[in-house]
């Protein structure tokens, strides 16, 4: 069992209070590196969330001070920073990712909260210049009310980071549900904003347990006014579903399909490089890492020998051990997708150039998958149809930019794309092109709070960080005033 400070309270949190499921259920949090139980936490349902809202709901009045959320704000980056390490320790445990990774992803959390103590002002009233009327015209940006987080497994800090940051700027209440694969990172951030920031009762609240039931209760209860989910397309359009009768705003971001391309005349060695960072972090369970890697006939065999070049220093095991470069993955489902992506693509002529077809596995932690790279996949295969969320790189080859252009965009999908070229006219053309709202050129850089993030297509809607992401959980009220 998982010993830690920051959780000596396995528990939900309702009204600032630390709480337990009202049946006394729990679920097992497993080490996905050796199937150790790190912790029990509370199975709950409806009911507690029912009572989430509420407690929030309460506590959306008085409206908060621009300064008290910049207060907030900053005290949680600093509480975040602080506490980097412990929090980096239990993220590895729970999820595999290596212990760089996990630390790193605190940093990356902590960017959110500060980005929007920097700029919490930009959602001050502001008075038209107009006079529109005869009348004086001021909009406020008002909080939308009660807010629903919820969060994947595979960031388990930096996804709650990125929806919870933009709801305190908006002085906005939330409830928040997270995966159950990776609930206690989420239990050590609600040690540090009970104890460290000491946000008001209500204002933050955490149910812990099955979707289905809590997942219902916060899009049918009318006090939810926004749901923000990152999950699967297949969840975010079940849910599309179920907040349509109390008309909500939805911000979803959704499912991936990444093209990475590149061409003749890129600069090989640093696509090389920057896919290995792109793809192989989180062990390629990533939304925005690169699924179908496209490259340009001339290119491919120097190519593909740089990569596996790299792909064969790489280090598999658990993430607490030292030199470790991939984790397990977050269980036996995960590793078989990835497998049966692999022995598809083979049994339809794709090359091993790189990795094996490790056997199947049956249990659910172990899931140590070797990084794999093939030569010569086609549309035709799973590998390039769906997202695989492993570390499998599928090489395709293309004949010129046209044809770039067509294979890259031939997925429902719209979330992230990368290209290397070394002809920025040719850049250009491309990326204005390419269906996808985040293009990387010439570098393989995921998402950043300073810049929004989002999808196009079947990937959802509603954008996170930048100052379009402060915007998300606000809704502007215009008023006119007469002489």
Known sequence: MIESPLLKQLQGYIDGRW???????????????????LAEVPNMGAAEAQRAIAAASDARFPLTSLDQRREWLEAIARALAENREELGRILTLEHGKPLKEGQGEIDYAAGFFSYCAKHVDELASRELEEQPRGCRWTVHYRPAGVVALITPWNFPAGMIAKKLSA???????????PSSKTPLSMIALFTLLHDAVKLPPGRVNLVMGGAGPIGDT?????????????????????????????VKKLTLELGGNAPYIIFEDADLDAAAENLIGNKFRGGGQTCVCANRILVQKGAAAAFAEKLSARVAGMTVGDGMREGVDIGPLIDRNGYNKVRRHVTDAVDKGAELVTGEIPPELHRDWGGFFPPTVLRGATPEMACWREETFGPLVPLVEFDDEEQAIEL???TEFGLASYLFTGDAARAER?????????????TGSGPTPEAPFGGMKQSGYGREGGLEGLFEFIEPQTVPRGA
């Open 19 to 37: 709480v337990g499921a009202d049946g006394g259920d729990t679920l097992a949090v497993t080490n996905p590196a050796n199937g150790e139980t």
């Open 408 to 410: 890259a965009n031939e």
């Open 167 to 177: 709801a305190i700027a908006a002085d906005c209440p939330s409830v928040i549900k």
């Open 430 to 442: 491309v990326i204005t092109r390419l269906e996808f709202a985040h293009v990387g050129h010439n």
């Open 218 to 246: 916060l899009c049918e209860h009318p006090d939810v006014r926004v749901v923000s989910f990152t999950g699967s397309t297949e969840v975010g359009r079940d849910l599309i579903r179920k907040c349509a009768p109390q």
